[in-house]
C-alpha cells in the first residue's frame, strides 16, 4: 500500500511569484486537508477537499486555493507569494472528512519564498 | 473555539527515563485526541490515537488515556530510547474534521 506522496520535495520562489504543490492520497482514501508548517510551529490548518469539494477552510487568504481531483488527489495552490508563506506544506489524507477519521501525513513540501 | 496546550520544550532525558508530555485541550463537543511525531526533516507520523473519554491509546511502548474529566491527552513512556528524540504534537480532531495542534515539544534523549 503507497502513503502519502507530495512533490516537489524543495522549493525555491521569489515575492509575488505563484505555486502549484501536489499531493497523491493514500489508496482507499477520499479526504485530502492541507497544513502549513512554520519553523518550529505546529502546523496550521489550511483547507480540506472531501470527493472533490472544499469542506472547511482555515483562516488564510483566498490567495490559497486548492483542488482535488476524481482520483483524490490534490493541488495547492499560492498566489502572491509573500516572504510569510515560507513553511513546510504538508498535505494528508484520510477515509472520510470527520474528526475521528485519522489522518496520514505525506513528507511535505518546503517552501522558501525570497 | 477549540485549542490544545502542550508543555513546553525542550525535554531533555537520559536513555531508560520516564517520559511525560503534558496536552490539555479545549473543545466544544467531543473531539479525537491524537499525538503525532515529527522527526528531523520529515513529515508528521501518527503516534497514537483516542476517540472517546478514558480511550488509552498506546503503540511502540507509547501511552496516553483520554480524560474527559480534565481535557487531558498526556503522554507517556516508561523507558526511552536514543532514537525516540523527535518533535511530538498533541492534536485534536474537531468536528469539522480539521485537525487542531499544539506548538510541539521537543524531546532530546542522551545515552
Known sequence: ETGVTQSPTHLIKTRGQQVTLRCSSQSGHNTVSWYQQALGQGPQFIFQYYREEENGRGNFPPRFSGLQFPNYSSELNVNALELDDSALYLCASSSGQRGTDTQYFGPGTRLTVL | ?111
Request: glycine residues 10%; negative net charge; charged residues 20%.
Open chain 2, 1 to 111: 473555539g477549540d485549542s490544545v496546550t502542550q508543555m513546553e520544550g525542550p525535554v531533555t532525558l537520559s536513555e531508560e527515563a520516564f517520559l511525560t508530555i503534558n496536552c490539555t485541550y479545549t473543545a466544544t463537543g467531543y473531539p479525537s485526541l491524537f499525538w503525532y511525531v515529527q522527526y528531523p526533516g520529515e513529515g508528521l507520523q501518527l503516534l497514537l490515537k483516542a476517540t472517546k473519554a478514558d480511550d488509552k491509546g498506546s503503540n511502540k511502548g507509547f501511552e496516553a488515556t483520554y480524560r474527559k474529566e480534565t481535557t487531558s491527552f498526556h503522554l507517556e513512556k516508561g523507558s526511552v530510547q536514543v532514537s525516540d528524540s523527535a518533535v511530538y504534537f498533541c492534536a485534536l480532531g474537531a468536528w469539522t474534521g480539521k485537525l487542531i495542534f499544539g506548538q510541539g515539544t521537543t524531546l532530546q534523549v542522551k545515552p
